[in-house]
């Protein structure tokens, strides 16, 4: 039997339609209800719901998917709160010269090699091309004087908690363990231990309790560090560049959505005026950029990936205090845009949360802007192709 | 209009700061905003608007989530829409 023919397909009618505004939200969220899924997709009007199952479930397990779709239906699109949909730049219709997918082509070249779902290796041209925007943006936090730090990549549990990060993306964590201190469980990994077709076998109990997680932002590090103190000075400017981690499970394709990806960002923090207003400048210099080289991009409000749980309440809250914009780059190949970057501002949650505080006692507020850097790489090879001789002067130059 | 005419607006809108944001009546004063107590933060914060549109009816949008946020603002705009 082919493995499509393995597959069973279900057709589910949502409880209530689903908002059009919704439907990727909705779907993205449905890889997490079950692990016999193995696609889930939404209808464009919200009305229909398609699953294909990695096997055929017995009709308990089928009853219990339907109710769990369901219940993340409900949850995400019941009495949802319209959002105020604001535009800042809309540049999409700039011409761009590249129709094709890259992906093909790049992988063909040795540019992008997948070592596992969500994980890739870029080669020279990429790499080059990644360089290139770096040097960009760390121009970008130079114009405001930002301070370089150095982040980890691991993030202890504790740190998370501490900002409710596991009751808002619980389904993105990126767990880190080791092996307890023990010689024989040491000894019996080591003889025990191998891989199969779904991941790495191991003797039962062999792990510490998990106190690390690979971290999620680059951002929070800083936070974290300024806590418990007031802010000298009342305000502070960051440049930051570090691995970043958010399982997406059937999500992942491609450089597009990456379980390990790379972010540099400028982050703020002092009053909520510097804040605000330096993430507006930081977005006035990055049009300016944009322009330069050409990009086809619309930079609109946005929210984060909140699970089902939290996902009305505060996307809701995001949008109507207009917390948070995405520069969106056109991506030609299959007329859709892909968010490249954001501009962040999370009022005072952090300074409460985390105790910072500005001269006069208050909490601080804080605020970054936020680059992908291998999305950049990717919507930029999807508007001007793979081969560098077609790229902007300004680009080629730089090279 | 109303849930209940015969208690007045401080005390029907304390009693529904009290149940959304999960705190002792004493910490509930009439000049508390958003971000006074660690309860009232944005899920705090959203759990008094969607009281606020079930216990007395009224529109919550993008826009009232972002003005109504002390109690006193709270008390005007029920007022405006004909709370008394």
Redesign the interface.
């Known amino acids: 039997m082919s493995e499509l023919e393995q597959h069973t397909v279900l057709k589910i009618t949502p409880q209530l339609d689903i908002p059009t505004r919704l439907v990727d939200e909705v779907q993205s969220r449905l890889a997490y209800v079950d692990e016999y899924i193995d696609s889930a997709e939404v209808s464009a009007s919200g009305d229909s719901i398609t699953l294909r199952l990695r096997r055929s479930p017995d009709q308990a397990r089928e009853e219990r998917i339907q109710e769990k779709v369901q219940r993340v239906v409900v949850s995400m699109a019941k009495g949802g709160?319209?959002?105020?949909v604001q535009i800042l730049e809309d540049h999409l219709q700039r011409p761009t010269p590249y129709l094709d997918d890259p992906n093909a082509e790049l992988i063909a070249l040795g540019e992008i090699h997948q070592e596992t779902d969500g994980v890739f290796t870029l080669g020279p041209t990429v790499t080059r091309l990644i360089e290139f925007f770096e040097t960009q943006f760390l121009n970008l936090a130079d114009t405001f004087g930002a301070v370089p730090y150095r982040f980890p990549t691991l993030i202890p549990a504790k740190y998370l908690e501490r900002v409710n990060y596991f009751r808002a993306f619980p389904h993105s964590l990126s767990f880190v363990t080791h092996l307890r201190e023990d010689l024989d469980v040491i000894d019996d990994f080591a003889k025990q231990a191998a891989c199969d077709e779904h991941g790495l076998n191991t003797p039962d109990s062999s792990f510490d309790k998990i106190q690390t997680l690979l971290s999620p932002a680059v951002c929070y590090h800083l936070y974290f560090a300024l806590a418990d103190k007031p802010l000298p000075n009342g305000e502070l400017t960051v440049t930051a560049v570090g691995n970043c981690f958010r399982y997406e499970s059937i999500n992942m394709a491609s450089l597009e959505r990456m379980w390990n990806f790379t972010m540099r960002e400028v982050i703020f923090v002092g009053s909520k005026d510097f804040v605000l207003n330096n993430r507006e400048i930081a977005r006035q210099r990055m049009a300016s950029f944009f322009e330069d080289i050409g990009l086809a991009y619309r930079v609109e409000t946005a929210n984060d990936p909140f699970f089902i749980g939290?996902f009305r309440?505060?996307t809701?809250?995001q949008?109507?205090?207009q917390l948070k914009y995405e520069i969106r780059a056109s991506l030609p190949y299959k007329n859709s845009t892909l968010a490249i970057g954001s501009y962040n501002y999370h009022?005072?949650?952090f300074g409460?949360h985390l105790d910072i505080t500005l001269p006069d006692g208050s909490?601080a507020h804080t605020g970054c802007v936020a680059f992908g850097l291998e999305r950049t790489a990717l919507a930029f090879l999807a508007q001007f192709g793979p081969d560098p001789n077609n790229w902007p002067s300004v680009v080629k130059e730089a090279l | 209009m109303g849930t209940n005419q015969s208690t007045g607006i401080d005390e029907r809108l304390q009693a529904l700061l009290i149940e959304a944001l999960q705190v002792p009546p004493e910490l509930v004063t009439p000049d508390l905003q958003f971000?006074d107590l660690?309860q009232w933060?944005?899920?705090g914060?959203?759990?008094v608007?969607?009281l606020l549109e079930s216990t007395f009816g009224v529109e919550?949008?993008?826009?009232t989530?972002?003005d109504l946020t002390s109690s006193s603002t709270i008390r005007e705009y029920l007022k405006e829409n004909g709370h008394v």
């Open positions: 709160i319209k959002p105020k939290e309440k505060q809701a809250f949008s109507a205090f009022q005072d949650f409460r909490p | 971000g660690p933060d944005s899920m914060h959203m759990e608007m969607i919550i949008n993008t826009d989530i972002a």
